[in-house]
């Protein structure tokens, strides 16, 4: 038996910045945070930003470099939720 799941009215749908297309720059992966830095973008997945920033160095080198950070990976949770419904 299946149910399906509508959404209030008054919910809205969250805009995401980062798409399907963008991609991580480490595996190629889907990307979920974009980080702005001085001398242009990096593009990671929610696995290769984790690792970074739990990596001493990297997070120094990540710090010095970083002016933005567009964290989107909120769309991992949306995401599983939508295919609980499913």
């Given at each position: 038996m299946?149910?399906?799941?509508?959404?209030?009215?008054?919910?809205?749908?969250?805009?995401?910045?980062?798409k399907?297309v963008d991609?991580?720059?480490?595996?190629?992966?889907?990307?979920?945070?974009?980080v702005k830095g001085?001398?242009?973008?990096?593009?990671?997945?929610?696995h290769?930003?984790e690792?970074i920033m739990n990596?001493?160095?990297a997070?120094?080198k990540?710090?010095?470099?970083?002016?933005?950070?567009?964290?989107?990976?909120?769309q991992?949770?949306?995401?599983?939720?939508i295919?609980?419904?499913?």
């Open positions: 299946s149910s399906i799941v509508k959404e209030h009215p008054s919910v809205k749908q969250k805009e995401w910045q980062l399907a991609r991580c720059d480490s595996c190629g992966a889907q990307a979920y945070v974009m001085s001398t242009g973008d990096l593009m990671f997945c929610g290769h930003y690792k990596n001493p160095d997070y120094t990540m710090m010095a470099f970083m002016l933005e950070v567009i964290d989107e990976r909120e991992l949770i949306d995401n599983r939720l295919g609980s419904h499913n």
